[in-house]
């Protein structure tokens, strides 16, 4: 039987620092990703998987010419080559970001046995020096016959204790009702 005691309840609560924007965020992001995990939703890690091996291949582009047999002069051209493939790898990695991620959190898969074929997109924002948190519902293939409209939710970040421990029950509430305004079935016009 797991520990109910007020010390192991301090260990599974999530802490941020209230001075530090980033902290808060992250906080509010991870509870997010819990959340809907719980709901069913299984992660999708492909995006992700794409980044790492894009950065491996930046990576090694630049240990070869670091590394490589002859000195300066007699492999300018080498180098240049590897400035070249660099740059290019780098940019694509960049637009891949740009274009795809945005402010996303997760990309998940549809829940199993779901008559959805579409997964969510979940992206949020904390703009500098505001305290409203926005949470973005989509689907991860908006073209989609069976995409719904992406839903928001805008609130205060004012959801953390004076400690900076995160009032889940009162999050999760929010996140949920988001999740089923999102899956909602949309009233079809006659």
């Not at 301090?10 to 209230?18: G, M, P, R, V």
């Not at 906080?27 to 492909?46: C, H, N, P, Q, T």
């Not at 300066?72 to 080498?78: A, C, I, L, S, T």
């Not at 990695?93 to 990309?107: D, P, R």
């Given at each position: 039987?797991?520990?109910t005691?007020?010390?192991?309840?301090?260990?599974?609560?999530?802490?941020a620092?209230?001075?530090?924007?980033?902290s808060?965020?992250?906080?509010?992001d991870?509870?997010?990703s819990?959340?809907?995990?719980?709901?069913?939703?299984?992660e999708?890690?492909?995006?992700?998987?794409?980044?790492?091996?894009?950065?491996?291949?930046?990576?090694v582009?630049?240990l070869?010419?670091q590394?490589?047999?002859k000195?300066?002069p007699?492999?300018r051209?080498?180098?240049?080559?590897?400035?070249g493939?660099y740059?290019?790898?780098?940019?694509?990695?960049?637009?891949?970001?740009?274009?795809?991620?945005?402010?996303?959190?997760m990309f998940?898969?549809?829940p199993?046995g779901?008559?959805n074929?579409t997964g969510?997109?979940?992206s949020?924002?904390?703009?500098?020096?505001?305290?409203?948190?926005?949470?973005?519902?989509?689907?991860?293939d908006?073209?989609?016959?069976?995409?719904?409209?992406?839903?928001?939710?805008?609130k205060?970040?004012?959801?953390f204790?004076k400690?900076?421990?995160?009032?889940e029950?009162?999050?999760?509430?929010?996140?949920?009702?988001l999740?089923?305004?999102?899956?909602?079935?949309?009233?079809?016009?006659?």
């Amino acid at each position: 039987m797991p520990e109910t005691t007020p010390e192991a309840a301090s260990k599974n609560a999530k802490k941020a620092n209230l001075l530090d924007q980033h902290s808060i965020k992250h906080i509010l992001d991870e509870s997010v990703s819990e959340i809907v995990k719980s709901r069913g939703y299984a992660e999708d890690v492909r995006m992700s998987n794409v980044r790492l091996l894009m950065g491996a291949v930046i990576i090694v582009i630049a240990l070869f010419a670091q590394f490589y047999k002859k000195k300066f002069p007699e492999n300018r051209d080498f180098l240049i080559a590897c400035i070249g493939l660099y740059i290019v790898f780098n940019g694509i990695l960049q637009l891949l970001i740009y274009t795809k991620e945005k402010n996303a959190i997760m990309f998940t898969y549809a829940p199993v046995g779901s008559f959805n074929s579409t997964g969510l997109v979940v992206s949020s924002k904390l703009p500098r020096f505001s305290d409203l948190y926005t949470l973005t519902i989509a689907s991860a293939d908006p073209k989609s016959v069976a995409a719904n409209k992406p839903v928001e939710l805008t609130k205060s970040v004012t959801q953390f204790t004076k400690d900076g421990i995160l009032v889940e029950g009162l999050f999760s509430k929010d996140v949920d009702a988001l999740i089923n305004e999102y899956n909602k079935e949309p009233k079809k016009s006659k």
